[in-house]
Nanobody, 122 residues
Framework: QVRLVESGGGLVQAGGSLRLSCAAS????????VGWFRRAPEKEREFVAT????????AYANSVKGRFTISRDNAKNTVYLQMNSLKPEDTAVYYC???????????????WGQGTQVTVSS
């Protein structure tokens, strides 16, 4: 089975940066879209960013545009989420997921990682 593992979360002050990684333990990312989603305390899961299999197509939530950048290195079987200018409202558990095509809908993604905690203090 495909297994995705997120890493890079942690505690950071507002205005700081983190880079999250999503690695596939088996299989390949090269033919699949990968999305990042997050769930904040007492809130529903929300879309953050997604990238197509070739890396050409990307999409971002309005709340993170200009601050977050999604990228991929298919040779390393890894997708990244660079998060700059972090705000307290970015605090959440961040999940990566693999899907067939670029989509903002969680239901479009079949395989999900375990999540990594990002906490932004003020």
């Amino acid at each position: 089975q495909v297994r995705l593992v997120e890493s890079g979360g942690g505690l950071v002050q507002a205005g700081g940066s983190l880079r999250l990684s999503c690695a596939a333990s088996r299989g390949t990312f090269s033919s699949y879209a990968v999305g990042w989603f997050r769930r904040a305390p007492e809130k529903e899961r929300e879309f953050v960013a997604t990238i197509g299999g070739s890396g050409i197509t990307t999409a971002y939530a309005n709340s993170v545009k200009g601050r977050f950048t999604i990228s991929r290195d298919n040779a390393k079987n890894t997708v990244y989420l660079q998060m700059n200018s972090l705000k307290p409202e970015d605090t959440a558990v961040y999940y990566c997921a693999r899907g067939t095509y670029v989509s903002v809908a969680p239901a479009s993604y079949l395989y999900w990682g375990q999540g990594t905690q990002v906490t932004v203090s003020s």
